[in-house]
C-alpha cells in the first residue's frame, strides 16, 4: 500500500481560497486512481473529487464543480486540490486516497485502499 500524506490545510476566510497537496511515498505505488474525501463533524465521508492516472480525466461532486480542481504530477507523486469561492459548508478534514486496484476515475470510497491521515480546512463566514 501507498503511505499519502496530505498537507496545505487551515483557516480561511469565505472566497478565499486554499490549496491542498498530497505526497505519496512506497515502492509500489504506480500511479493509480486518486481521490479527494471529506468529513465533516457529525457527518460521513464523501467523495469531492479524483482522477485518473494521468490527470487526463477528473470528475467532481457536485457541490464542488466549478470551485475546486484537482490535479497531479506524477514525477513528484504529488496530487493538488485547488479549492476556490470557499463557503463555511466546505469546513472538513480532508483525506486523500489511491485506488491501486483499478483503473479511471474512481469515486467509490470503498474501492480506495489507502487513505492519508487528513488535512483539517476550516471555513469562516
Known amino acids: 500500500q501507498a503511505q499519502l500524506v496530505e498537507s496545505g490545510g487551515g483557516l480561511v476566510q469565505a472566497g478565499g481560497s486554499l490549496k491542498l497537496s498530497c505526497a505519496a511515498s512506497?515502492?509500489?505505488?504506480?500511479?493509480?486512481?486518486m481521490g479527494w474525501f471529506r468529513q465533516a463533524p457529525g457527518k460521513e465521508r464523501e467523495f469531492v473529487a479524483a482522477?485518473?492516472?494521468?490527470?487526463?480525466?477528473?470528475l467532481y461532486a457536485d457541490s464542488v464543480q466549478g470551485r475546486f480542481t484537482i490535479s497531479r504530477d506524477n514525477a513528484l507523486k504529488t496530487v493538488y486540490l485547488q479549492m476556490t469561492s470557499l463557503k463555511p459548508e466546505d469546513t472538513a478534514v480532508y483525506y486523500c486516497?489511491?485506488?491501486?486496484?483499478?483503473?479511471?476515475?474512481?469515486?467509490?470510497?470503498?474501492?480506495?485502499?489507502?487513505w492519508g491521515q487528513g488535512t483539517q480546512v476550516t471555513v469562516s463566514s
Open positions: 512506497g515502492r509500489t505505488f504506480s500511479n493509480p486512481p
Open positions: 482522477i485518473n492516472w494521468s490527470g487526463g480525466s477528473t
Open positions: 486516497a489511491s485506488a491501486s486496484k483499478f483503473v479511471g476515475v474512481v469515486s467509490v470510497l470503498g474501492l480506495y485502499d489507502s
